[in-house]
C-alpha cells in the first residue's frame, strides 16, 4: 500500500477516533436507571470504572438520529432457538465497524495503524471490560492466537482464511497489555474488513473465562471428568461449546456485546440484559445501549409476519417478505408501528446461471456463445416482473452493484437489459438458429429443440412465479423454458457435476461493493459459482481439480482479480473493480432479472432513531448493525397504557 | 391370564426391534445431512460456513462411520438412556425434549377428551334416534369437521380470535408468561390459545367415532336381550346404558393405545400453523433439518409408548372380556 | 376328492320350489334378484348417497374435459388483474334484464399499501357466452391432453372482458380454472392410492385371514408397527426417498404410491376379520355341506359377499387419501407447483396475506370438503348396503 492508500484509510479510520477523543475529555457519564439502582445497591461498580478511559462516542450523524433516553423493553421475533446469535448480528459491537455510509471505523478498537497494507498495529481502549467486569487486554487477543486457533484439539483446520495471505499465517505480537501487531510478508487487503462482518472471526476471546476449560490451563482429570459429566469425548468439545461469541448460547460466557443473552437454550423466550460495561456513550455521555432489554420470542418462521402484524414484535425484519407489506401496512396504521421498506443489498435478488461448463457439447457451444447469453437477458420483460411481482418497485437490470455502491455506474445495470424481441431475435438468427420447430421453438445446430430446464433450489413459490414470466417472454423469442424445482443442495450436485443447463438462484453477495472489498465473485474463483463451478474450482483447489478456464474472457477477469489484489491505491482498486463489471456485465455471464428488491422492517410505534430508508444486508450491514442498534430507544409508554396493562 | 401377560410382552421385544430399525431408515433416508442442510440453509441468508469445519463435526458426531456401526451405538445408546445429541439446539436430546412434552400432553389430553365428549352423546344419540333429522344433521357437521384441511382452518380460526377476541397470534399462552411459573394468570392464557387446535383437532377426529360408536350401538341394539329387556319393560334409557353401551365400547378401548401416534400426526401440522410449543413441529422441524438423533429418539418414545398402550389395552380388553385371552384377538 | 365329502342324508322325492307357496311377481323379483341388483335397491333408498354418488361421477367425468369447462388455459396469466377479487354475475342491468353477465373492473395501485384496488365498472356491461368457440381472448387456446390444439369452451368471457368468477392469484390466474385443473390431480390421487392400497390389503388380509397361523401373526406384527408410528414422519421419510430429479407425472405417480402404502394396514384388517368371520357363516358351511369346493367356495360366496363391504370400506379411506395430499403439499413434501392440485392450490394459500386480504385463494377449500363429504355419505350408503341379506 502507498503511503497515499494508507493516509485514506487511515483518516477514514481516524475520524470517528479523533473527534471523539476532545469530547470525551470534558464529558460527564450517565446511566441508565436500572444499572444506577444496582450501583446504589453496591452489586455493581459506578459507571466510570465500568467504561474504558476513552469510551467511543457514537457519533449520531445519521439523518434523523437523534439523542434518545434509557429504558425500557424491545420485543423481536425468531424463529429457531438458533437465532440467539442474531442479537450479536444485531449488537453488532466489532473490533472495527462499517458506519451507515459503508466506511470502516474503529469501534472496539481505539485505533489502528497499517504499515504497507501488511503490519496492523490493533490499539485497544485502557480499562475497557468484558460484560462480567474482568478486563478486555492484549492477553484475549494471545489467547486466541495460541491457545485456541493454533491449537490443534481445538481448532483442527487451523487458523482461519482472512490471517493466511497465500497459505502464510501472520507473526503475532503483543506489544504492551493494550496494543496487538499481526504482521505478513505481503498485503493482507482482507484482514480488515473481515473484523467487521456481520459474523466475524473474533480474533479475541475471554481467556480469564476460557482458562477453566483449557487443558493447558486447568487440572487435566478434573476437566476431563467435567467433560464426562457433560457428555463430552473430551475437554477440546466442551471448550468449543462453552467458547461461542458468535453462537450467543452461553450465558456464561462474557461478551463485548451491547446486550447479554442471559437464558440458556432450549427455550422459547430469550432474554437480553444490558452489557454494564459496553464501551459506547451518546454524545451526551449517556452509555450506550439505550434499550435496556430485549426480549425474542421464538416462534414458528410461518406465523412472524401474522404476529408482527398484530403488534408481536416492535423491529422486526427477518423472516418477513415483500409480499407481507400491505398486510403489515394495513394493520400497522391500525396498530401504530411503521412498515419501512429497505432495500435489499445483493447484485440481484433473481439471476440465471448459464452453465458454461455443462457436460452436454450442444448446450455448451450454445451457452458459451455471447450472442445467445445476450439474446437470453434481452427477451426477459423485466419492467412486467417488476410491475407484477414487486409493485414496480425494485430495479430492473443485470447482476451488478446497487446504486448505493461507489463503483455504480448505470452502463452496467443496463449492458443488454432492456425488453427488445427484437435484437434478440436478430442476435439468435445471426447465429444461425433460424430453423423452428412445428410449435415455433428454435432448433440448436443439432437439430434438438431449444428447450431450456431451468433448475431452483424449489425454496419459494417466488421463484417459480418469476420465470413462469420469463417462461412467456421466451416464447417470443422462440426458446422455451421449464421450470424444475428441486432442494438446494441437489440442485449444487448437479450444477457441479456439469448436469444443469441453467439454474435461478440470487446475484451477487455484496452489491454494495466498494474497492477494498474483494470482487472476487466476478471472476471465476469458487465451485460455488453456478455459471463456471468447474473454473471455479480449479481456482479454488489451485489447479488440483475442475478446469482451467478456457475461454479468454473468463481469464482475463482473473488477470483483473489479480491487477486488484496487487492494487496498492484504493484507486487501482476502483480500477480494476470497473474493468471487471463491464466485461462481467457485457458478457453476461449471468442473467440479472431483478434486483434491489425491498425488505418490509416493521418498527414499533415507540421506537426511535430506526432509519425510515437503509440498507438491508448481511455483509456488509450485518441487518440492522450498521444502523447502531445500540442507539435506538423506546419513547416512554403514555401513562393511559401502563395503567391499563396493570 | 399370566399366560397371555407373557406371551405379550414378550412378543413386544422384536416388534420394538423392528421399528427401531424403521425408525434408523427413516432418519437416514432423505440424501445429505444435518450439517449439509444447515450450512445450504446459512448460505441462503448470506452467511457461510468454513466446510473443514464441517467435516470435523461430521467427524465428531461419528458421520463417518458405516451404518450398521451407527445404528448400534444409536441403539445401545438408548437403552442406557442416552438419546443422543440434538445439533439443531446443540443439546442432548435428553434436555430438548423434556419441557416439551407437558404441553404436548396438554393439548393432546384435551383433545382426546373433547373428542370424547362430543362424539359420545352424539354417537348414541344418532344410533338411538337413526335416520332422524337430528342424525343427519348431527352427522353432517361431524363430516364437516373431518372434510376441512385442518391447517387451513388453524390458520382461519387463529386470526380471527385475534380479530375478534384479540387472542395473541401463535403459542400456546400470551408470551409474557412464556418463561413464568404456573399461575392462575398463565392458565387461563393458556385456555384462552388452547380452544383453536382443541377444535380443529378435535373435530377431525369426531366424525370417525361418532360413526363408529352408532355402528356397534345399532349392532348391540338390535340383538335378541335388549328386545327382551325392552319387552320386560326395562325403561330404554337403563335398557341402553346397561350393556349395548358397554359393548359397543370395547373396540375404544382396544384403540387407546392407536390414539397418541393419530393425535401426535394430526396435531404436527395444526401445531406448526399455531407455533405451538409441542412436541409436534420439533419432530417436524428436526426431520427437515435432518437432526437425526433428536427426530429419531423422538419417533422411537412415540412408537414405543404406542406400544405400551396397545398392550394395556389389549390387557383391558383380556381383563374385561375373557374370550380374547384364548387367542381371538379383536377384529375392528 | 370325493372322499372328502361329508355323508348325509338326501330326500330322493322330488322337489320342486314353487309346491309350498306361489309367489307374487313382485315377491318373485325381490326373491330371484341377484346380490348387486339387492345392492343397488338397498342403496337406491339412500337419497344422500345416491345424490353424492352423482356429484362424484359428474365430477370425475369433468376432469376428463376440464379444458373445456375451465373458461381460462390452466397457465394463463393476466397481469392486468393480479389478486383480482371474484366477479359477481348479474342478471340486470338498470332494471332490465340482460342475462348474465359480469361488470368490468378498474384497475388502481395503491402504492401506499402496495395494493391492487378494484372496482367494478357499472358502464361495461359484460355478457357471458356460452359454447364459445371463437377463442379471441387471452388463455382461450389449449391442448387437449396435449394431443390437439382447442379453443372450445362452455363459458367464456365477452370479447374484450374478463370473467373470473373466483377471483385471480398473485400471477393474475383465474382461479375457477385453476380449481378445474386441479380437480384431475386431486380425485386421481384418491383413486389411484386407494386401488394401490386396496391391492395391499387384499393381499395381506387374505393371507392372514385364509393361512392364519404364523403368517396371520406376521401381518398381525406388521399392521401394529405400521399403526404405531404417527403417519407424518413415514410420509415425510417416503417423500424424501423420491429424487427430486423426477419430472412432475412421476412424483405425482409416487405420492400416490407412498400414500397407498400407508393405507393398506387399515383394509387388510377389514379383509382378515371379515373373512374370517364370512367362513363361519351358515350358508358358507352350508355349501360346504353341499359338497362345493374351497376355491368355488371363495369365488362363488365368500368374494362377493365381502367385495361389497370392501368397495365400501375403500370408499370411505378415499377422502384422508384427498386430505393427506393437501396436507403434504402444505408441508411442501408433496406436489410442487408447475403441477396444480387442489393441495398445491390450499399451499399457496395458507399464510396471513390470504385470510386478511385476499380470502378468495382459500375457494380450493370448498371442493374438498364437498368431495370429502360426498366419498362419506357414499361410503356410508354403500356400507349400509353392502349386506342387503339383512
Redesign the interface.
Known sequence: MTRLARLALCIALCTAACVSRPAAAGMTYSESPVLAEAVDKGTLPRLAERLPEIPSVAPFVRKNQVVGRHGGTLNILMARPKDVRLMVVYGYARLLRYDHRLDLVPDILRKVEIEKGRIFTLHLRPGHRWSDGAPFTAEDFRYYWEDVANSPELTPTGPPDMLRVEGELPIFEVIDPHTVRYSWHKPNPAFLPSLAKARPPFIYRPAHYLKQFHAAYSDIAALRDKAKKRGYRSWAPLHNRMDNLYKNDNPALPTLQPWINTIKPPADRFVFERNPYFHRVDPDGRQLPYIDRVVMDVVDKKIVPAKTGTGGSDLQARYLRFDNFTFLRKNGKRLGFDVNLWRIGKGAHMALYPNLNVKDEGWRALLRDVRFRRALSLAVHRREINRVMYFGQAIEGQNTVLPNSPLFDSAYQKAWADFDLDKANALLDDMGLTDRNSRGIRRMPDGRSIEIVVETAGESTEESDVLQLVHDSWLRAGIKLHIKPSHRDVLRNRIYAGQTVMALSSGLENGLATPESSPRELAPTRQRQYQWPSWGQYTETAGQAGIAPDMPVARKLLDLLGDWRNATTRLGQAHAWRAMLSLYTDQVFTIGLIAGTLQPVVVGKRVRNVPEQGLYTWNPGAHFGIYEPDTFWLEPPEQVTEDRRR | MLGYIGRRVL?MV??LL??SL?VF???Q????DYF??YM?EL??????V?P??IA?LKA?YGFDRPLYQQYLLWVTGMLRG?FG?SF?????VR??VG?RLLLTFIVSFATILFTWMLAFPIGVYTAVRQYSFGD?GLT?IG??G???????LA??L??FA?VWFGT????LMD?EY??QPWSWAKAMSVLEHLWIPVLVIGTSGT?GMI?RLRANLLDELDKQYVITARAKGMPPLRALIKYPLRVALNPFIADI??LL??I??GA??VS????L?TTG?M???A??SQDMYL?GSF?MF??TL??IG?LLSDLALAALDPRIRFGR?E?? | MSDDRLPHYVNPAPYRPGMAETLTPAQERVFLASQWTLIWWKFRRHKLAVISGAFLLLLYLSTLIAEVIAPYDLHARHTDYLFAPPQPVHLFHDGDFVGPFVYGMTVNLDLDNMRWVYAEDKTQVQPLRFFCTEGDYPGATYSFWTLFEGDFHLVCPAPGGQMFLLGTDRLGRDMLSRIIYGARISLTVGLLGITISLLLGMLFGGLAGYFGGWVDGCVQRMIEIIRSFPELPLWMALSAIMPVTWGPVAVYIGITVILGLLDWPGLARAVRSKLLALREEDFCLAAQLMGAKPRRIITRHLLPSFSSHLIASATLSIPSMILAETALSFLGLGLRPPITSWGVLLNEAQNINVVALYPWLMLPVVPVILVVLAFQFLGDGLRDAADPYN
Open positions: 412378543i422384536p416388534t423392528a421399528i424403521i431408515t427413516i432418519i433416508l432423505p440424501p445429505g449439509t442442510s445450504n448460505e441462503t441468508r448470506g452467511e457461510t468454513d473443514d469445519k470435523f465428531q442416552d445429541y439443531e439446539y446443540d443439546l442432548p434436555d430438548v419441557d343427519y353432517f363430516f364437516i373431518l372434510a376441512t384441511p385442518n391447517f387451513l390458520l382461519v387463529q386470526y385475534y395473541s397470534i401463535g403459542g408470551p412464556v418463561d366424525a360413526r393405545g392407536n401416534p393419530q401426535i400426526s404436527a401440522i406448526v400453523v399455531l407455533s410449543p413441529p419432530l417436524l422441524r426431520l427437515q427426530a419417533l412415540l412408537a404406542t406400544v396397545t384377538t377384529a375392528s
